[in-house]
């Protein structure tokens, strides 16, 4: 069973940087690919960056290529991800998600288990 637990989110200025981390109080995080994930007020639910099960595969959305890296830790059943150069539109609430049974990361219905989401707010 997957519980996934978001932490780090805040309000920085554009250019800042912000860590986020996603903690999975289960015992079979190991198996699952990981994603991150964000909602804008009024807009959709959009891929962020994903890592496959063993960290062998990331993926991320052309929006943050360059800027955001994600990273997980099986021995401590951690993802973080590191997010520097922060634009306004970046702001949004930042979802932990948990899935498996696809190669392609950015597939959002792959992911089953889902985080209550933190807030990252980036003022211009």
């Known amino acids: 069973q997957v519980q996934l637990v978001e932490s780090g989110g805040g309000s920085v200025p554009a250019g800042g940087s912000l860590r986020l981390s996603c903690v999975d109080s289960g015992r079979a995080f190991m198996m699952f690919n990981m994603g991150w994930f964000r909602q804008a007020p009024g807009k959709e639910r959009e891929f962020v960056a994903g890592v496959s099960w063993n960290g062998g595969k990331t993926a991320y959305a052309d929006s943050v290529k360059g800027r955001f890296t994600i990273a997980r830790d099986n021995a401590k059943n951690t993802i973080d991800l590191q997010m520097n150069t922060l634009r306004p539109e970046d702001t949004a609430v930042y979802y932990c998600?948990?899935?498996?049974?696809?190669?392609?990361?950015?597939?959002?219905?792959?992911?089953?288990?889902w985080g209550q989401g933190t807030q990252v707010t980036v003022s211009s």
């Open positions: 998600a948990a899935g498996g049974g696809s190669p392609v990361l950015s597939v959002m219905k792959m992911y089953t288990s």
